[in-house]
């Protein structure tokens, strides 16, 4: 189009500078002061602009003195079985709900919907509860009906899902976010395409892995890095699942190592690339995969 | 709903069972033992249970604390998204120009989603250091000017900019997307009407937008009740004197510090409740917003 | 011939309370090309589903060839169906897509190579078979729908609006390529549509159906020249069929107003049917004003208002002058009537 847009064009970079600059300062100066010794850190006083040459050793350091690599793997296992589960589970449960003819539809998409809108962290309490024995549902079971004095089982099974990585990562997927999208998804999709499948012989469970799960690859890989992006950065409920440093992920790690010590002034540097160290593989992952994850979200239909 | 084509009973079953069983452990059965234990008196460490009623909730409701953890959740939820739609708004608009340049600014401008709150807190303590960090210098010249740790205004502003921080991703992604779908037409028709490109902020792609803006201040308000715990955590304690102390931290210390079990449930069932009212208020509100494109 | 006949036997359907097919029965002939015709929601696809067993009877029966077929997935039905969108599998090559229902079947891969390119060759689609649905015209998306369906070599198939996304042109080029395909494969074609060309032009044999019954089931010629009641005339022909109620006593039908309209023994109320290109114009019978007039090159199109005030759509010859406000004088030539009972709209033999 033939117009004038010198000015809403100046202002729109402006906001762009200053929103950049904005998002970009704290990992800026995190860096920069990651890459600075002790002793450099404390010559300087407080934030510069100097880079400086200790950010390997600082990096050697959290590699060898600190649980962070360790917890570095924990995370990648918690953030991938969050992801699984809820790509997984949500895709085989948003096929019935969209492609089967049930009575039982509104409601398991009103019990779906519900999870969205309470978040984990509001029920951290008695979510710890039922983790720390995941038999008690059971139990309840048991003792209302009897059964457990039939049985000889007792009301009084025991089994502790805390520090484990199910344990860590199955409340975290209950967020069932993934339905929405994929039903979005689902019902864009030709309407005719399961009475062609049937045609060609293909019945409920070959159109979902021969047909719509090829598919349904986008929508996919973008929740998939969505989720476990969003397992990596769960904070309060590791914090409270896994009490072991050998059971926590990276997030909950550094954040420890970040405040036991208050006493002593704080190492700086150190943290900075601890900080550093936790957050790359999610940044590099968004970073490259953006394109993926965006067009796969299709967050512009609601 | 449109008609599904299968019919089949127990393929529908195993395929809505997994998701069926996970929701109800990790999060139908939490959900009800909060509500169930709010109307008891438990103890920590499995000594029993004794129904009280409602003297939970007439306990909690007493406490001044629980009203002024309240009272910040409140504010906290009302400045921080709506800076944070904000300045998403204004840079998704600025995006949204295609000038040179700007995927890059959009690739980063998103990063921040793939930092974890718990961590980014951490390096915010240090930028909002009063003797290291960015405020220093001014420090040096009106002594006292910002110090988070003493101040609670202060303490309280550097949790809504790291919270804004965080939230500015996930507002500018949808938002983005939203001006991305405003038919190509509804523009060139502003255009043969006269409409500059500023006048069409205003009269074209900030309406057309509603529906998105709607849907970033739902999920925000949720978001924010919760997600400042990491930020709270690891940049202030709650501190000073309870100045940042929201109720997601208050129910935290309560039931895992203080181990008030009931006390904490309790707490949990009425931030539930006020979660889920806020989020049918605005449903109610949704109606007004939607416009058939 | 190796189509198999099939036999609809009072094969109901409703959904809720509200009936879609109404206890339809009737014999779609072995090899022949029937096609299903009606409005919007007359329930043509619904019936077509149901041969193809994407859908239940609540009741009735249906038979193919021998078989009873109502209660067998569609797979065991020996059909296969092209749909209105082509329903082609966006994720696979046109190969594969010809070649999934093979697949499924367990056909080897040598063998199956060979009948998808088989398939392929009969559509000509040869060299696109690496190309990807979303890679190609709409014309060529059809024919490999068309090629994923006769891959089976099914006994029966079934086409459900297949042409009607395609643009006036194509469809033509469609329809032809369609009927030759039908003569060279042969099998039992059952082909829906509210496109009344397409019907007039393909079918062996037209099924008009109207609210889930059945209206007319006959050859194209018997529906244009016969017509089986007042539906069928107003619904078949462009334009349609002029549809007067007239009253008829001592040898003539009279509109109400008295105006004499044609001579005819019928006594009583009727529906009196002409079709436009049948009326002449000339010096005898009664007078008309012309109320608009369109020039379509082969012949002219005119409107014109009866004294009573009905209007009546002629086709006359190119060359007649006529402006709007003219008089003419329109008769209506005794053999090219149709009379329907007003009360049920069937058809009337007249004496």
Redesign the interface.
Known sequence: ?I???R???I???I???V??A??????V??FL?ATLSYEQFVRN???TLQVGTHFLDNLAYIWTETALPAQLWNSIVISTLVAA?KC???F??T????????R???I??G??L??V???????????????AN?A??LNWILALTGLGEITGLGSDLRLSLLDTYVGVA??I??A?TS?FIYRQFF?SL?????????????????FMW??LL??S?TPLVATFMFWF?GG?????WP??AASTPDAQPA??G??RL??TEQDRI?E?PM??T??LF??FI??L???VM?RQI?RG?????? | ?????????W??A???A???V??F???????G??FF?SLFLERPFGGGSQFVGLDNFARVLSDAEFWDALKRTAIFMIVAPSLAIG?SL??A???D?G?R??SA???????????????????????FNP????F?PLNEIWPGFWNPRIDGTDAFITIVVAQV?NG?PFNF??LL??L??IPDTVT?AA?MDGA???RR?WDIQIPLLT??LF?TFVLEF??T???A??LI??MT?GGPGGATTLL?YK??VD??KAYD?SG??TQ?VI??LF??IM?ALQFRLEKHVKYER | MRGDAIHLDAVTKSFGATPVIDAITATLGGGEFTVILGPSGCGKSTLL?MI???ERLNSGKIRIGVREVQDL???DRG???V??????????TVEGNIG??LK??GVRQPERSRRVAEAARVVELGGLLDRRPSELSGGQRQRVAIA??IVREPRVLLF?EPLSNLDAKLRHGMRMELSQLHRTIGATTVFVTHDQVEAMTLADKVMILNKGRIEQFDTPHAIYYRPASSFVAGFIGAPPMNLLPVTGGGGVLRLDDGTELARNPHEGPAILGIRPEKISIGDKGFAARVVYREDLGSHTAIVARLSGGQEVQVATPIGMHLDPADTITFDFPQDHLHLFDPATGLRLETP
């Open positions: 189009m117009e004038r847009t000015s809403i064009d202002a729109a970079r906001i762009l500078i929103g950049v904005f998002i970009l300062a704290p990992l100066i995190a002061t006083g407080g934030i589960i997984a589970f949500a085989t449960a096929f019935a709900l969209v492609f089967f003819d049930n039982l539809n509104r398991v998409f019990l779906t519900v999870t809108m309470l978040p984990l962290e509001l029920v951290v309490i008695t979510t710890y509860q039922i983790v995941i008690m549902p199955a409340p997927a209950c069932s339905v019902l030709p309407r005719d395409l399961p009475k062609a499948a049937a045609m060609d012989g293909a019945g409920p469970w070959r021969d047909i090829p598919l690859w992006i990596w950065t769960q904070y309060l914090l409270v997030v909950v550094l954040a970040a405040t704080p700086v943290l900075m601890g900080a936790v957050s999610p940044v992952l968004i970073a953006q965006v979200l299709n967050l512009s239909e609601k | 709903m449109q008609k599904g084509f299968y019919s089949g009973r393929t529908y195993a395929l809505v997994p998701i069926l996970l929701i452990l990790f999060f139908y059965v939490p959900v033992l909060a234990w300045i204004m840079l608009l600025a995006a120009r000038l340049g700007s600014a959009r690739n980063i401008i998103i990063w921040p989603k793939a930092v974890a709150g718990a961590s980014i807190g951490v390096v915010f303590v240090f930028v003797f290291l960090g960015i220093a921080w500015i992604i949808i997307s939203g991305q779908t060139k255009v500059s490109p500023w902020v529906p998105q849907l949720v978001g009740v919760v997600e715990f990491g955590d690891t304690e997601i129910i935290y039931g895992f079990l904490a449930a949990t931030l539930m979660v889920l989020v | 589903n193809a067993g994407l997935p569609p797979k059909c296969a169906m749909f209105q969108n082509y329903a082609l599998y966006p994720h696979m999934y229902a499924v079947a994923r369906a459900d």
